[in-house]
């Protein structure tokens, strides 16, 4: 079978290697796409903080059950399915709070363990997510990203009549306006530097929307929000400039919520949290609730998942793939292999 392998940063081949068969407790899935995502992206150019090389990237993925091993139940030979791409001990204090998602142990597959990046992957079928009908291979592969974008909004609470602003206008901040306004926020505002990510946040239905290099934040975070401000701020593009236009615009006793990823370490003015009293929160990934949120919200029609997709590559050209999501802000949004 074909595996993608990134050897070293900005070293990625296309190999064979043997197919895996499907152990104990296992599901032999075979894969129909896989999405680039932004972390994936960090791997490729060496900079994610928590990785190692040689590494198989991959883990937003859609695909099919081809075999079931022993003792495996709940899943069907020829069901399309996701997955949760986590490992966890489920032993220490978050996995036994029911927070696997903060295991102590976490590992995620394409970053510290093997990722899914294959013809074939054999997976804990516990971790395996059933597709809801009707749904493509290429939304399937981006049910993941919708479950961080849920699990996000978790973090801080009902939105429903709430004021929203979203900062960063890629998948996941498209994904987080999207399900804020599904699960009924009042005001959704979205920023981005990118014309192209805000006239796609524009098809997907985000009401307020700002080119913060053309318009200060500040000023269109004024015009959605009034004197009163937004009830949460999500930072959904991990830059300097963004955290900044967050922090200082957030209103006093609001909650801000970061989402991104930071290839490199920010500067914060502490005082200014101290000082406004502001609920910083972090999120990571998701648990099974946030794909059972994000399954209701396509069910009830409320997200747009395949206006996302932009750009499609077949699995030989997987590296084509990563440096066209990396040199293509200006009209590429989730790139999308087919296997």
Known sequence: MLKAIIREPLKLKVIET?????????????????????????????????????????HEISGVVEKLGEGVTGLKIGQPVTVMPQLFCGKCLPCRSGMYNICNELKVHG??????????????????????????????????PLAVAC?????????????????????????????????GAGTVLISDVSDFRLRIAEECGI???????????????????????????????????????MLACARKGSAVVIVAMYGKRPEVEMSH??????????????????????????????????????????????EQAYKKAAASKDDAMKVMIGV
Request: aromatic fraction near 10%; charge should be negative; glycine fraction near 12%.
């Open 151 to 183: 699990h996000a909004i978790g973090r801080f609470g009902d939105v429903k009549g709430r004021k929203v602003a979203v900062l960063g206008a890629g998948t996941i901040g498209n994904l987080v306006a999207q399900a804020a306004l599904g699960m």
């Open 273 to 318: 949290i101290q000082e406004h009293e502001l609920t910083v929160i972090g999120t990571l990934m998701y648990r099974r609730e946030d794909f059972v949120s994000a399954i209701g919200l396509l069910g009830g029609n409320k997200v747009q998942l395949a206006r996302l997709i932009t750009h499609r590559f077949p699995f030989r050209d997987y």
């Open 18 to 58: 043997e197919k895996p068969e499907a152990g104990k407790g296992e599901a032999l899935i075979a894969l129909k796409n896989i999405g680039v995502c932004g972390s994936d992206l960090h791997v490729y150019h060496g900079v994610h903080p928590c990785t190692y090389y040689p590494i198989t990237t991959g």
């Open 207 to 245: 009401p307020f929307r700002t080119n913060s290099t053309r318009e200060p934040f500040a000023e269109a975070y004024a015009a959605a929000f009034g004197p009163d401000g937004a009830d949460v701020m999500f930072e959904c593009a991990g830059a300097q400039q963004t955290l900044d236009d």
């Open 111 to 144: 970053f510290q363990t093997e990722g899914v990046a294959a013809e074939w992957f054999a997976f804990p079928a516990d971790m395996v997510m059933p597709l809801p009908d009707g749904l493509s291979f290429e939304e399937g592969a981006m049910m993941e």
